[in-house]
């Protein structure tokens, strides 16, 4: 008989730690890793010649908005990219636990529709996933927005009493289910006007459960450096830890302001446990709101129902076509999505070259015209940022990518090339990986990707996805 089931041989091995890489094989059985280095002496049942080309743990995609996208498709926007496990929930929006009496408000239904929110405990959802089975893994946050949804009439109030003892109920729920934390997305309507007292509430109970908080902060602009206090102050008071999503300083009035904020970072994260993920481009994406309109520089319509055709345009040439100002073209357009170009480049470096910086695309599925970045993040970490420009090492980069989401969120057995760890694997070529996907043409695979096991099995290989769905959803573990 076979030692194991394959074996991966002549490859550069990058465990995910952040050390030099190492030339050897790895052996795979039953969808772990059995063996690395030198395995002349083991045989099995089918073997891939890597070519000297470089062999990593899965890539982590902390940041996604991907909740309906697993049940629904292929995830060849992720396994295109090396992903093999996404972060779900985020920004304070996620598909459970809600039935939906209404149309999802923005930003909800980024990623549904009414129809779409028909889980009435985050069990379900869960349990949905695994039933149906999902291309990637997913491990799964529960959002405030959504826990407002199901609790409150309006959103323009905090949460009274009952409301918060609702919500805290829902929560309680989702924890004991497998959810892996609370996000929230207080520049987000839904939940813009919640007071940190009404986080608070919910995220105290967090700790006992060995669960995590993750935020779209109240700001990301002018008043970022509250914000950052804010969200400080809840991980803090709850005794939790705190991922700030997304870290930026958006429009042009506030360039150049990491050079304070990340160091304001670092200073809070020797005092208590945070972490913070990131994007690499400098332009965001999420509803069109006329709110967020006058921070850009240029915005790109990716989505609207009132006029689909316009999906791609940029809202400038929009509102000339209309002989209307750009406001009054958003409102027209509305419910809508936009790209928003309103980072300064250098900045998104210096947040990228911050050693605790974690990588999330924060791309959105169900976009007409997506950002790019749904499609080219990883790729444009590895191909631009590390190897072209050189902002850091490979074994850097996958390790922003790997072994410090793994453990930042808890992902046992996850993010390393070590025996005994889950045979979730990306195959690539150093040399040629690089992000093709781009603001005209954002729907593009990466070049360079070979090949994306989930769980030892490919899920993508020669360009495309397999139909492979060894995925499931990732219950948390104790820390």
């Given at each position: 008989?076979?030692?194991?089931?394959?074996?991966?041989r002549?490859?550069l091995?990058?465990?995910g730690?952040g050390a030099?890489?190492?030339?050897?094989?790895?052996?795979?059985?039953?969808a772990?890793?059995?063996?690395?280095g030198?395995l002349?002496?083991?045989?099995?049942?089918?073997?891939?010649?890597?070519?000297?080309?470089?062999l990593?743990?899965?890539f982590i995609?902390?940041h996604t908005?991907?909740?309906?996208?697993l049940?629904?498709?292929?995830m060849?926007m992720?396994?295109?990219?090396?992903?093999?496990t996404v972060?779900v929930?985020?920004?304070?929006?996620?598909l459970?636990?809600?039935i939906?009496?209404?149309a999802?408000?923005p930003?909800?239904d980024?990623?549904?529709?009414?129809?779409d929110?028909?889980?009435?405990?985050?069990?379900e959802?869960?349990?949905t996933?695994?039933?149906?089975?999902i291309a990637?893994?997913?491990a799964?946050?529960?959002?405030?927005s959504?826990l407002?949804?199901g609790?409150?009439?309006?959103?323009?109030?905090?949460?009274d009493?009952?409301?918060i003892?609702s919500?805290?109920?829902?929560l309680r729920?989702a924890?004991d289910?497998?959810a892996?934390?609370l996000?929230?997305?207080?520049?987000?309507?839904?939940a813009?006007s919640a007071?940190?007292?009404e986080i608070s509430?919910?995220?105290?109970?967090?700790?006992?459960?060995g669960a995590?908080?993750?935020?779209?902060?109240?700001?990301?602009?002018a008043?970022?450096?509250?914000a950052m206090?804010?969200?400080?102050a809840?991980g803090?008071a709850?005794?939790?830890?705190?991922?700030?999503s997304?870290?930026?300083v958006a429009?042009?009035?506030?360039?150049?302001?990491?050079?304070?904020?990340l160091?304001?970072?670092?200073?809070a994260?020797a005092?208590?446990?945070l972490?913070?993920?990131?994007?690499?481009?400098a332009a965001s994406?999420t509803v069109?709101?006329?709110?967020f309109i006058e921070g850009?520089?240029?915005?790109?319509?990716t989505?609207?129902?009132?006029?689909?055709?316009q999906?791609?345009r940029?809202?400038?040439?929009?509102a000339r076509?209309w002989n209307?100002?750009?406001h009054?073209?958003?409102?027209?357009?509305q419910?809508?999505?936009?790209v928003?170009?309103s980072?300064d480049?250098?900045d998104?470096r210096?947040?990228?070259s911050?050693?605790?910086?974690m990588?999330?695309?924060?791309g959105l599925p169900?976009?007409?015209h997506p950002?790019?970045?749904?499609w080219?993040?990883?790729p444009?970490?590895?191909g631009h940022?590390?190897?072209?420009?050189?902002?850091?090492?490979?074994?850097?980069?996958?390790?922003?990518?790997?072994?410090?989401?793994?453990?930042?969120?808890?992902l046992?057995?996850?993010?390393?090339?070590?025996p005994?760890?889950?045979?979730?694997?990306v195959l690539?070529?150093?040399?040629?990986?690089?992000?093709?996907a781009t603001?005209?043409?954002p729907?593009?695979?990466?070049a360079?990707i070979e090949t994306?096991f989930?769980a030892?099995?490919p899920?993508?290989?020669?360009?495309k996805?397999?139909g492979?769905?060894p995925?499931?959803?990732?219950?948390r573990?104790?820390?």
């Amino acid at each position: 008989m076979a030692d194991c089931d394959l074996i991966v041989r002549n490859a550069l091995l990058f465990d995910g730690s952040g050390a030099a890489p190492m030339r050897g094989d790895l052996a795979i059985a039953d969808a772990r890793i059995v063996a690395l280095g030198a395995l002349d002496r083991m045989d099995a049942d089918d073997e891939i010649d890597a070519a000297g080309h470089a062999l990593a743990p899965g890539f982590i995609d902390v940041h996604t908005h991907d909740d309906r996208a697993l049940m629904i498709g292929d995830m060849a926007m992720k396994a295109s990219q090396g992903i093999t496990t996404v972060v779900v929930g985020n920004c304070g929006v996620s598909l459970a636990p809600w039935i939906a009496d209404r149309a999802p408000p923005p930003p909800l239904d980024l990623i549904g529709a009414q129809a779409d929110y028909r889980f009435a405990t985050f069990g379900e959802y869960l349990d949905t996933l695994d039933r149906d089975g999902i291309a990637l893994n997913a491990a799964c946050l529960v959002g405030h927005s959504t826990l407002r949804a199901g609790a409150m009439d309006r959103y323009d109030r905090a949460a009274d009493s009952g409301e918060i003892a609702s919500m805290r109920g829902r929560l309680r729920e989702a924890l004991d289910a497998g959810a892996i934390g609370l996000s929230t997305g207080l520049a987000y309507r839904p939940a813009i006007s919640a007071p940190t007292s009404e986080i608070s509430a919910l995220a105290e109970l967090l700790a006992p459960a060995g669960a995590i908080h993750t935020t779209h902060m109240r700001n990301e602009s002018a008043e970022v450096d509250a914000a950052m206090d804010e969200a400080f102050a809840i991980g803090r008071a709850a005794n939790v830890p705190v991922v700030i999503s997304h870290f930026k300083v958006a429009g042009a009035a506030h360039f150049g302001r990491t050079k304070e904020t990340l160091p304001k970072l670092a200073a809070a994260m020797a005092r208590q446990n945070l972490g913070v993920d990131v994007y690499p481009y400098a332009a965001s994406s999420t509803v069109l709101d006329p709110d967020f309109i006058e921070g850009a520089d240029r915005i790109l319509v990716t989505w609207s129902k009132a006029e689909p055709t316009q999906a791609g345009r940029y809202l400038n040439d929009i509102a000339r076509d209309w002989n209307m100002d750009r406001h009054e073209a958003a409102q027209r357009l509305q419910p809508a999505g936009a790209v928003y170009f309103s980072m300064d480049e250098d900045d998104v470096r210096r947040i990228l070259s911050f050693r605790e910086a974690m990588i999330g695309s924060d791309g959105l599925p169900h976009d007409a015209h997506p950002h790019p970045r749904l499609w080219g993040s990883f790729p444009r970490v590895l191909g631009h940022y590390a190897r072209d420009v050189g902002l850091f090492t490979m074994q850097e980069a996958i390790r922003r990518m790997t072994g410090l989401p793994a453990e930042r969120f808890g992902l046992k057995g996850r993010g390393r090339l070590l025996p005994g760890a889950h045979a979730d694997l990306v195959l690539f070529d150093p040399e040629t990986v690089l992000d093709r996907a781009t603001f005209e043409q954002p729907a593009q695979p990466a070049a360079g990707i070979e090949t994306v096991f989930v769980a030892g099995e490919p899920v993508w290989q020669h360009g495309k996805s397999t139909g492979a769905k060894p995925g499931r959803a990732l219950r948390r573990q104790a820390r």
